[in-house]
């Protein structure tokens, strides 16, 4: 077995590997435990050759032509007449070793931990199971470097594993509907930044997204015909097994639940009839913890669910529970009084403990979100908090395992770096108990997905989850901010060789807004703007299961590249005049150009006033340069008048901000001291 691995310490968490006078940086994402410098680097050439060296494992042999595939791509070589994969032999280019296969199930706490090395004549991966050599390819295709048509991986020695076992990413399918191959793709790219369990949010009150044979009205009549069979769930399983990443379903109960009551109205707390939800929001229809059919109901369900799902753990949700039916209901009230329970909360305590001892019966174990927190929860279920660190330092204090989501949401579009920054050690846990602290098993990245679709889901995950993932599988000190956008600018890559292209993607959304000749404009546009948080938005917005999205917000970055180069050349402004200057006037210009094809779009007209408060806010932040640059302070009636500029712009319009509010506002400090 390979030993625990200690920090090395890593200059800005970024590796600097040293061999003679030569200095290459690598942008690993994840940063590995412990990485030193080795001697020469190994060239990738035609006839680059793998050997397997473990257990026979169809497994490992896939993964080992997958990683030719995607060197291939990566180094610009063609790999398909010289390379192969041999069954032993040492000599082979990349030499992989393994002492035992992993389960056919990943399952927590295995054994991910890997060393790679590297010289000028060989690469060899080795690990105690093959799930680590899975983690070593995706290191050691991050390691490749191309120049001038040449492709190298530098010499380097890694020894890693994870910092955490439950590496996560929930996809919410009930709101939006996605395809088994943009699910294939998400899992490919999870792969590729080390996450280890697919989160998969199959029910909720805007549909019930699994086939169920038992119940078939469940798909019938709340999903809009948009459900996965039974034997694409297989597929995906499998798929996302032989990467491994492990499966675990979530469905919603006994809230969030409205797509269930529609074909089976008798499981609800109140008199239907019940349709799908269609807008987003809370909404009060709840399950009826008082009578014994639905606990029939749900025995039946989660036996199927069992069956076809081969995680140990299936999520129930129990979050955001209105407890106004509970409380209407003559017959819940006596329910509640016969068997000793005072409370609404008490009462969803009653009903996790009857689900948890179905559960049990068909061989799994409960996860939930905070709020299933309670008396007499089974010990073995895991809490998922996202409420806060004080919820999650609640839930080890109670002796139970946890994992954070709090800090993690992508879909309210916060910058990478404020997920980067949340680490679930921080906060009250960080005063818990060393044997409390224990039972932290890690954290899940989260896309709910109102504001998500197929058009811009890769918009929405990458590169963002890439830093998130890290967060997760990296030593806690690895927090340097700058350091992990220096490595996330260059994530682009190896997204790209599992067919994941945000930049693409976006382009694309541009064109279904408007057309081909527009694109550039609108994207040169959409540099300069930020999408609010979604729990900022004023608007309740109503949900098509497969909307095609027509809005600029849908396609704004919310932590774009060019609003943060500008602001680190604005920090050393008097280096960067001319790179300032140019990026001001060519925002200021566009801002003029595109004005005519927003008026020409509908759904884009909304956003005309943007193009107005582009152009002040660049001509005003081009003036407060001039000031700089003179040395001159600027005039009390020129400071009021941008003073009021930036009170006048600062206000959303289109669910949309203008970054520039922050340039001009960054200027007139630097201007004034």
Known sequence: MIPKIQLVTLFCAILFLRAGAQAAELPLMPVPASALANSGALPITPSFSVALEG???????????????????????????????????????????????????????????????????QAHLRAPSSLGILR???????????????????GILIRDEPRFPWRGLLLDCSRHFFSVEAIKRTLDGMAAFKYNVLHWHLSDDQGFRMESRLFPKLQGLGSDGLFYSQDQIRDIISFAADRGIRVVPEFDMPGHATSWFAGYPELASAPGPFAIERHVGLFEPVMDPSRPEVYAFLDGLIGEI????????????????????WKRSPSIQAFMQSQGVATTQGLQEYFNRRVAQILSRHGKKMIGWDEILGANLPPNTIVQSWRGFS???????????????????LDQLQPASEHYLADPYDGEVAIVSPEERARILGGEACLWTEYVSPDNLDLRLWPRAAAIAERLWSPQQIRDVDSMYARLAAVSRHLRSV????????????????????????????????PIRAANRPTVDEIDPVAKFNRLRDAADPDGEAPRRLALWISKWSEHRQEIRAQLA???????????????????????PLTDRV???????????????????????????QRQLLERTSVPRADLTVTLVDTLRTLLATATR
Request: hydrophobic fraction near 40%; avoid cysteine.
């Open 55 to 121: 257990p026979s494992s169809p497994r490992m042999q896939a993964a080992a032509q997958r990683f030719l595939s995607r060197l291939s791509r990566i180094a610009g070589i063609s790999l398909d007449q010289g390379a192969e994969i041999k069954i032993g032999g040492a000599r082979a280019k990349l030499l992989i070793e393994w002492q035992e296969n992993s389960s056919a199930v990943p399952h927590v706490g295995e054994d991910e931990s890997y060393v790679l090395e590297v010289d000028s004549a």
């Open 136 to 154: 070593g390819l995706e290191t050691l295709l991050q390691a490749v470097q191309t120049d001038q048509g040449r492709a190298t991986i530098p």
């Open 306 to 325: 069992a069956a076809l799902f081969p995680d140990a753990y299936i999520h129930i949700g129990g979050d955001e529970v209105d407890p106004a039916q």
């Open 391 to 409: 919820a999650l330092a609640q839930t080890v204090r109670s002796g139970h395992a946890g994992i954070l989501s709090f800090g993690y949401y």
């Open 499 to 530: 067919d994941i292209d945000p930049e693409l993607e976006r382009r694309q959304l541009l064109e279904h807004m408007t057309d081909s000749s527009a694109v550039e404009r609108l994207r040169i546009l959409i540099e300069s703007l930020r």
């Open 586 to 608: 060519r925002w200021r210009d566009n801002s003029i150009a595109v004005k005519p094809i927003l008026e020409h779009y509908p759904n884009l007209m909304e956003a005309i």
């Open 615 to 641: 152009r002040e806010l660049s001509t005003a932040s081009l003036e407060a340069m001039d000031y700089l640059e003179r040395h001159r302070a600027p005039s009390r009636s020129w400071l009021t008048e």
